[in-house]
């Protein structure tokens, strides 16, 4: 197995993905904690279960704005997203979110983010820095014009992200080109979602919550 | 069809008898009657025949929701059910109870505005709702399971952990009068004993999984700016507006504040009120109700879909007995449940332990019992064992006392295990019992105004004989009335809370006066402000640190009533949370603290398109109460629902071939003439009676609502049903 960082995406490796994963925090992307040093960031909604209430209120936000009308099933945000994770009580739910996956090439074949290897049309793509919509925040997201609606995306989500929704799928895209920022964090009234514009160098001072900050060693 | 936003248009109807399902359109409804409760009524009135029990198959049950809910209105993720109430006493008239939750809003994005379940189907049913598609589902298998495991199991049949439910458990099954439906593992359809009605349908519940949407007149894109500005004057629940740590307010995030069940403790710290992104944070419901009783396993908060406040508290037990899962959501009366404190010689010999708290609390929700009726339930059975120098237990049948003896009340005195053993107890002889057997247990399930009614404390209860009730400390529970503890009774609200008590057929619940009065964190100068600003005089409300005062029927105290009875019809039609709406206080200094108070009527109007004016929509909601009373005089069979002294609504009750008048009453101990410091005026609540029904367009002698003021709202056909009835005297509306 061979590991590369591809020219002008960020530097990740499964074992930063793991650790950021098991930390409990449960991160919308790999990377973002720790062990990978200063490199090269984007843009990313984290979410943290622990602050959670499961009102919905991200979801019904986000299907309001980018689905023409509050119902959950639409929203690319929320705790339905959350459901096959999901214990019998609320403590466990978290408003799921796109993870924003780091770019991973093994075997010189990119198996990370997984939609955009999975997409046979190359619908599902990573934005160039300086994209026209989505600026500099390296947004994964699916071209509607390419997008043939296999679901192959979907299936290959490690989340179940993507829903397919008349015949194209669609994913967050942080709502940059459309809102300027993310209203479904704006909307949480429990500070469980927290927007990360892409940065580089420095990690952000402030977090969703300060303690988990605190233990991951970034504040 | 209709252009109009909000309503999803249908209303699904399931015969239970017959097996068969239709729908039809919401709008033959609305938007006159807004929704939920008011269509609810609508049903009861035209399809429930007058002398119909509540357990009878002809009865009605209604479970609906409003043109908000689902939209993108903050706190607006609510559901009410509308049906006879089998816990109404001594008449089983009409109730509503509300649920949140999930299930209102799948319910509505499923494309339904309510549901109305009607006979009585021949074996146990599940209903299940895909969007569109609706059906009976054999239920055989599930009934006798406890709540939780139903709702998994439903899940699982259905191949969709997205679905959301709403199912008794045991209690609702033996048609028990204190039977709730419990959707998810906090959220309880819990008063008026609507668990029994579904029990007495052979429905043990309701599956739905929704798909769809809300259509919006108003897209959210063109209101996000002007909801931030909502959220902000909602600020928190009950318009808290203070983060002082000394503050009554049950919203009082502080420096010091913490969710200390979670694996690491979170500190939260304080949060100013124009931090909308912290708002869901700040309450801690374990911590304030139970003096920190739950505070070690305190995890987060949550809330209903739609929520911006998230008041239930998420609780993770520890070591707790097998059978009880650790995780479960709760709020104030889930809380105190089982909480209890023994005093003897001014020493407390055994306290509630958190376990007991939770267990009580799981088992409440899992067993279909409404958490709230427990405590009335509990207090007859300590005043059973201990009351009156022992000779309620002395006089009980051998059978009777000897089950009343096996109970291990060594549990919950000196050396016991600070009642885990005695709540476990209790909860299981009632979901074991036999229904019709005449066993303790059997007669709790009835509710505790009938159990007392067969133990002969009924009448000490009623009046405040032998010390009744406090056989428990620490909360003191008494009957208010119509089968209800006192709750945010007229001892501490008044006369607006005392004329509520009166008409209303259940706990009337007025949070939001609650709110204005004890719990917003103004001042008492800054609160009299606001209400002089919203009714035109500071004294339109009442220090609830000077108990027992009603207080002559002013003007501004009677406008403050009324008030109440509208918007809490509103709350229930739209759908909004009470803990929130009205919008009595806001944050905001230079508002001196003065909510806005008509923010439903915008939101209202938004959502649906329905231009509409806050006195406009009043008028309607208006129209419900008028209906709600409407009914309750046929149930009770009377145009006299005036009460008072020489009324006794204890004793037996009709359902028991008793026969009463009076609606308008409360039990007869708030009158104790005897009592030092005096207690309530019986006169002042008289005349504060005949103000309010004139101020309704009732007739201010009996109080029963008139032909001309069914008219003005738009309702002739009900004045014409009463006159059928020989309810209303179309002579005395003149007068």
Redesign the interface.
Known sequence: MSRHQPHGSPCLTRRCFVQAAGSGFLLAVAGVTTGCGDQEQWGVILSDPRLCGACSRCAITCAALNADGPGVAQALVGPEQHYQERQFDNANWYAATCRMCPVIVEDEQQVSPACVAACPVGAAQIAPEGHPIFGDERVRFIDQDRCIGCGNCVTACPVSHPLLDDGVARKCELCIGRWGAPPCVEACPSRALLYFPVWRGDIPAVFPCQLEALQAGLV | MSDFGGWAGKILWVDLTAGKLHTEETWQWVPERIGAIGIGLALVWHHVPPGTGALDPANLLFIGVGPLT???A?CA?RAVAVSLSPAGYPVEHVGQSSVGG?FP?ELK?AGYDGIVFVGRSPTPVVLVIRDSQAELMDATDLWGRDT?ST??LLQEKLGD??AKALVIGPVGEKQARTGAMIH??GHALGQCGFGGVAGSKNLKGIVVR???????AT???SF?GRLDDIRRSLAVMQSVISADKDSRSRWRARDDFGWHG??????IGAIPPDD??????RHCGSDFYMGGVLRPWH????????????C?S?V?GRDMPKGI?E???MNCVQMQTGYFRRVRDDKVVSNASRWAVLAAKQLADMTGLNAYDFRMQLNVLVQLRFGNEGSYREQLDAHLRDELDALPWESIDEGGDNGLGFMMAVFETQRVAEPDADSIAAWLLQGAPRAAARFAMLDDIWTGAHGQFEGFEGFRVSYGAHGQRAHYGPERYGLPAGLHWSIWNRDPNRHEHNGLVSWSGLSWEQKQRVAEIHFGDPGAIDDPSDSYQLGEPTAARIELARMLAVRSMLKDSLTLCDWVFPNYCCPDPKKEYAGNLELEAELYSAVTGDEISADALDLRAEASVDLYRAITMRDWNTADMRGGPGYQSGGRGHDQGGDYKGHDNLAEWYFDTSADPPRLNRAELEAGKTAFYERMGWDPVRGGVTRDKLTALGQPEVADGLTELGLLDDDDSAR
């Open positions: 689902g939209s993108w903050p993720g999930q809003t994005w939780f709702q998994q952990r997205r998810g593992t929704g798909t769809g949407k809300v259509r919006t897209p959210l894109a996000r979670a694996d690491e403790p979170i500190p909308l992104s912290r708002q869901g944070l995890v987060k908060n949550s809330g209903c879909v739609g929520c911006v406040m998230n239930f998420t993770r899962p995780h479960g959501e």
